[in-house]
T-cell receptor, first 115, second 111 residues
């Protein structure tokens, strides 16, 4: 299957700081990327969908000014958690999909801990 | 929108037994149904998928069946092994929109 990388794998930051997470498709062009948040023992919660070169579409209840998403190229999308607070601590996972393809491939996830 | 129900939430089997996980979906327009396996702290990995023009698909010990009329699909794992222990998610997709995931099934295979 296709390969998606994500960095960093884990990050610890102080409350009030911003954290940027990168998601890269390594061997295919990802026209669409997705950002999920996952709480322990729960399913994947879609935060937003981004298409290359367009503004992201956020799910209801997700603050777009807090979770900034950029999908500037066909291989890279970034999620920036601005002014992070302890309640933002979670496992963030990206996934990517090619043009006119249904299959989504997931990155390894980023564990964020905000102190 | 689409709603995917997944059962059971936990499943314990003995090594060598079969395991079956069932999902139902609500949107009759859904036409793609992947299954993901997620080990603790790891990424969800696609293990098998099926499209609506097919009723069954097999890959070694794993099979998926789809009943479009009843709007349900199932994952079958035969000859289970301890390394099959993980959380399994079903999902449904209509066109090229967003995947809707089930809540997951924690499968525990005891030696």
């Amino acid at each position: 299957g296709a390969v998606v990388s994500q960095h960093p794998s884990r990050v610890i930051c102080k409350s009030g700081t911003s954290v940027k997470i990168e998601c890269r498709s390594l061997d295919f062009q990802a026209t669409t990327m997705f950002w999920y948040r996952q709480f322990p023992k729960q399913s994947l919660m879609l935060m937003a969908t981004s298409n290359e070169g367009s503004k992201a579409t956020y799910e209801q209840g997700v603050e777009k000014d807090k979770f900034l998403i950029n999908h500037a190229s066909l291989t890279l999308s970034t999620l920036t958690v601005t002014s992070a607070h302890p309640e933002d601590s979670s496992f963030y996972i990206c996934s990517a999909r090619g043009w006119m393809v249904e299959t989504q491939y997931f990155g390894p996830g980023t564990r964020l801990l905000v102190l | 929108g689409e709603n995917v129900e997944q059962h059971p939430s936990t499943l314990s089997v003995q090594e060598g037994d079969s395991a079956v996980i069932k999902c139902t979906y609500s949107d009759s327009a859904s036409n793609y149904f992947p299954w993901y396996k997620q080990e603790l702290g790891k990424r969800p990995q696609l293990i098998i998928d099926i499209r609506s023009n097919v009723g069954e698909k097999k890959d070694q010990r794993i099979a998926v069946t789809l009943n479009k009329t009843a709007k349900h699909f199932s994952l079958h794992i035969t000859e289970t092994q301890p390394e099959d222990s993980a959380v399994y998610f079903c999902a449904a997709l209509s066109g090229y929109s967003t995947l809707t995931f089930g809540k997951g099934t924690m499968l525990l295979v005891s030696p």
